[in-house]
């Protein structure tokens, strides 16, 4: 599979720290919803740095999670977290999924949290694989993008747009697709999986909440890489630096986020 094209490294483990806490609770959402407390162990896809791991293994006492990821930094970063809270029901896994036949059956439950938007070219593959690591009846839980479209903000603003415009373009350029959430349904149930639920998560954010801080983030770590590639002008993003200062005086100002797709499927 391909390699996580947002860069293993450590800016990216703070960032993706600042990330999680601003979808800590639509994560802890979507392990309820999808029982994953039930589950005797899980795996944990694409578990970068952790995060997602560790609210598994709290939400989830009675479970073995194990920590399925590729990179050796996010690998290591994990097992010292693991070392330092003397957490009991992790294990840490370094491989690409595509690469674990013997596991067949193995897993009650399975997560993953904005991985399966980067595997594009092999989402079918990677989507059986899943269901062959699974147990019959096992479920599987993705939390995805449905779309980045649906970025807005008030008072409306042209570099905005553009940086989400280049956002989707960052995507597509490396293999990826922000917008999986529209058929990842219809991939899944192709893979023998049976849909339980889909919902949708996001929405207005004003000035100072942890999703206008998130896409905050978001254009300071990647908008200069953005300019670099051609993808958003200098214009622009000079005029969404100096607008995102403005927009943190206006008392009314807001932003509408992205549309996430948390998906609850099981095993037939």
């Not at 008030?154 to 597509?172: E, G, I, Q, R, V």
Request: hydrophobic share 40%; proline share 4%; net charge negative.
């Amino acid at each position: 599979m391909e390699d996580y094209f947002l860069g293993v490294h450590q800016k990216e483990v703070e960032r993706l720290h600042r990330q999680h806490l601003a979808w800590q609770p639509a994560t802890r959402q979507l392990i309820q919803t999808a029982n994953l407390p039930s589950c005797k162990n899980i795996l944990d896809i694409g578990c970068g740095p952790g995060f997602t791991t560790f609210e598994l293994a709290t939400a989830c006492p009675a479970s073995q999670i194990t920590a399925l990821d590729k990179a050796t930094l996010y690998q290591e970063y994990l097992n010292s977290k693991i070392a330092q809270n003397k957490t009991q029901n992790i294990s840490t896994l370094q491989a690409d999924l595509l690469d674990l036949p013997q596991q067949a059956g193995l897993y009650e439950g399975a997560f993953c949290r904005w991985v399966l938007a980067f595997l594009i070219a092999d989402l079918p593959a990677v989507l059986s694989s899943i269901y062959q690591k699974l147990a019959p009846g096992g479920v599987f839980a993705a939390m995805e993008y449905l779309t980045l479209d649906s970025f807005t903000t008030s008072p409306p603003n042209t570099s905005f747009d553009a940086h989400t415009k280049a956002w989707n373009a960052f995507y597509l350029n490396h293999g990826g697709d922000a917008r999986i959430g529209t058929y990842l349904p219809q991939l899944l149930t192709e893979a023998g999986f049976v849909i339980e639920s889909n919902t949708c998560v996001g929405g207005m954010a004003p000035v100072q909440h942890r999703w206008w801080h998130w896409w905050k983030d978001a254009f300071h770590d990647f908008a200069p890489t953005f300019v670099e590639q051609g993808l958003l002008s200098q214009a622009d993003f000079d005029g969404l630096a100096a607008y995102w200062k403005q927009q943190a005086t206006m008392e009314n100002s807001f932003i509408y986020t992205a549309v996430i797709s948390q998906i609850v499927a099981r095993k037939s």
